[in-house]
């Protein structure tokens, strides 16, 4: 029983919270299972590069020989499998970390395929999908397609190796379902989709968007045929602490390629202050598995309660997620807005405040974004938002406590329950 406090749950809500705990044993019990071989992976990558605590004294200007940004970025190697890692506070979100790559892998005449549908709202602008804006990549000559199918059914890798033309430079993975309908893209779909590209064309760039799916399985994209893989520091392997960043892993010429956007060709990834963050970068990364699971095993009992409801929800019944976001379909703009202005009076921080749905640059429609972070922005902490649009779903994500998982549902549904809109 939760200690209701002002809050004032409703106890038929906690009680079918209860119940979807119990149902969902079997499925709790495989994510912390997952944590335990993560948490080894992380820990023992540590131990083999030998972090000390003088390696947490930052650098200034140019941030030259800066042992907390080499040693940061040599322990993402070592968790990712990969030959090399750029980990820097420059990076500002995973949307930059994503640019970085395209623009740094990309020339003009080279065309993008991705592989798993339209990519999320952001980055849709980076490369100038529906309108052409200055930088965006359409207007350096850079082409992209959407392969055809669901990337769910077997026969969607053959048709997506059937796509990959004489252009493709890169064919784009998303992990996370993103502001769409649709499951999450497992470490098992990565490795089919590389292995019927490079079938096509070896020498074309397998790229993944990270972002929500690190340590959601006990394999990272680059472990299974991923050249290049990018995700935010404000997202899982942040660990909820990391106050910025960004960071992108992978063989080692094309990372060394992308560091040249973010600074210079012929300075690459040679320079960059870590400004005293490596602490808390190396710290977030040590605890990431741990959040990763306290995540999933919220949504997983959130997923249960909402279905219970009656509401359509992903990941479903069927789905071993591969990101920690959870999409309700909430069916109007009313039930929406109420649940996650109830789901964000239950957050540490900026409780006080009403979101409300707001234009948001990069992205097509308002958008409403509820729960208060450390963290601006961080939305591993615990987080949800929807754009304001037909079918009106909402998408929460993170949560580095199960706990505040299944208050901050509760409130939201309390709320609901309260206004006569419960019901689907």
């Given at each position: 029983?939760?200690?209701?406090?002002?809050?004032?749950?409703?106890?038929?809500?906690?009680?079918?919270?209860?119940?979807?705990?119990?149902?969902?044993?079997?499925?709790?019990?495989?994510?912390d299972?997952?944590?335990?071989?993560?948490?080894?992976?992380?820990l023992?990558?540590?131990?083999?590069?030998?972090?000390?605590?003088?390696?947490?004294?930052?650098?200034?200007?140019y941030?030259?020989?800066?042992?907390?940004?080499?040693?940061?970025?040599?322990?993402?190697?070592?968790?990712?499998?990969?030959?090399?890692?750029?980990?820097?506070?420059?990076?500002?979100?995973?949307?930059?970390?994503?640019?970085?790559?395209?623009?740094?892998?990309?020339?003009?005449g080279?065309?993008?395929?991705?592989?798993?549908?339209?990519?999320?709202?952001?980055?849709?602008?980076?490369?100038?999908?529906?309108?052409?804006?200055?930088?965006?990549?359409?207007?350096?000559?850079?082409?992209?397609?959407?392969?055809?199918?669901?990337?769910?059914?077997?026969?969607?890798?053959?048709?997506?190796?059937?796509?990959?033309?004489?252009?493709?430079?890169?064919?784009?993975?998303?992990?996370s379902?993103?502001?769409?309908?649709?499951?999450?893209?497992?470490c098992?779909?990565?490795?089919?989709?590389?292995?019927?590209?490079?079938?096509?064309?070896?020498?074309?760039?397998?790229?993944?968007?990270?972002?929500?799916?690190?340590?959601?399985?006990?394999?990272?994209?680059?472990?299974?045929?991923?050249?290049?893989?990018?995700?935010?520091?404000?997202k899982?392997?942040?660990?909820?602490?990391?106050?910025?960043?960004?960071?992108?892993?992978?063989?080692?010429?094309?990372?060394?390629?992308?560091?040249?956007?973010?600074?210079?060709?012929?300075?690459?990834?040679?320079?960059?202050?870590?400004?005293?963050?490596?602490?808390?970068?190396?710290?977030?990364?040590?605890?990431?598995?741990?959040?990763?699971?306290?995540?999933?095993?919220?949504?997983?009992?959130?997923?249960?309660?909402?279905?219970?409801?009656?509401?359509?929800?992903?990941?479903?019944?069927?789905e071993?997620?591969?990101?920690?976001?959870?999409?309700v379909?909430?069916?109007?703009?009313?039930?929406?807005?109420?649940?996650?202005?109830?789901?964000?009076?239950?957050?540490?921080v900026?409780?006080?405040?009403?979101?409300?749905?707001?234009?948001?640059?990069?992205?097509?429609?308002?958008?409403?974004?509820?729960?208060?972070?450390?963290?601006?922005?961080?939305?591993s902490?615990l987080?949800?938002?929807?754009?304001?649009?037909?079918?009106?779903?909402?998408?929460?994500?993170?949560?580095?406590?199960?706990?505040?998982?299944?208050?901050?549902?509760l409130?939201?549904?309390?709320?609901?329950?309260?206004?006569?809109?419960?019901?689907?």
């Amino acid at each position: 029983m939760y200690h209701q406090n002002t809050l004032d749950l409703d106890p038929d809500l906690i009680q079918l919270l209860n119940e979807s705990r119990d149902a969902e044993s079997d499925n709790l019990s495989r994510i912390d299972n997952n944590l335990r071989h993560n948490f080894m992976k992380v820990l023992e990558s540590f131990r083999s590069v030998g972090i000390s605590d003088q390696d947490f004294a930052g650098t200034t200007g140019y941030g030259y020989d800066d042992r907390g940004r080499d040693v940061t970025e040599e322990v993402y190697a070592k968790v990712f499998r990969t030959e090399s890692a750029l980990v820097r506070h420059q990076i500002a979100s995973g949307t930059q970390a994503l640019s970085l790559c395209l623009f740094g892998l990309l020339l003009p005449g080279d065309e993008i395929l991705f592989a798993t549908g339209k990519p999320y709202d952001t980055l849709q602008t980076v490369v100038g999908m529906d309108k052409q804006i200055p930088g965006c990549l359409t207007e350096l000559g850079i082409t992209w397609k959407v392969a055809p199918g669901n990337v769910h059914e077997d026969s969607t890798f053959e048709s997506i190796a059937n796509s990959v033309g004489s252009r493709t430079k890169v064919v784009f993975i998303q992990r996370s379902r993103g502001y769409s309908w649709q499951r999450s893209v497992s470490c098992l779909a990565v490795s089919e989709i590389a292995q019927a590209v490079k079938a096509r064309n070896r020498d074309v760039i397998v790229m993944v968007d990270n972002c929500y799916g690190e340590f959601t399985e006990t394999v990272e994209p680059t472990e299974v045929g991923a050249d290049i893989a990018a995700g935010s520091l404000i997202k899982n392997p942040g660990g909820g602490i990391a106050p910025t960043g960004g960071y992108i892993v992978g063989r080692k010429d094309l990372v060394e390629r992308i560091a040249t956007r973010l600074t210079a060709p012929g300075i690459g990834g040679e320079i960059g202050p870590s400004l005293n963050t490596a602490r808390l970068m190396l710290q977030g990364l040590f605890l990431a598995p741990q959040m990763v699971a306290e995540s999933l095993s919220g949504t997983c009992v959130a997923g249960h309660v909402f279905r219970s409801l009656g509401y359509r929800v992903l990941p479903d019944a069927a789905e071993i997620p591969s990101d920690n976001v959870l999409a309700v379909m909430m069916g109007d703009e009313e039930r929406l807005l109420t649940f996650c202005q109830g789901f964000h009076v239950a957050s540490p921080v900026n409780a006080l405040y009403k979101p409300v749905a707001s234009p948001l640059p990069g992205y097509a429609h308002n958008v409403i974004m509820a729960g208060g972070t450390f963290v601006q922005g961080s939305s591993s902490e615990l987080t949800v938002d929807a754009p304001i649009c037909p079918p009106y779903i909402m998408y929460m994500q993170g949560g580095l406590l199960h706990h505040h998982v299944e208050v901050a549902v509760l409130s939201g549904l309390t709320a609901l329950k309260r206004r006569n809109l419960l019901d689907p």
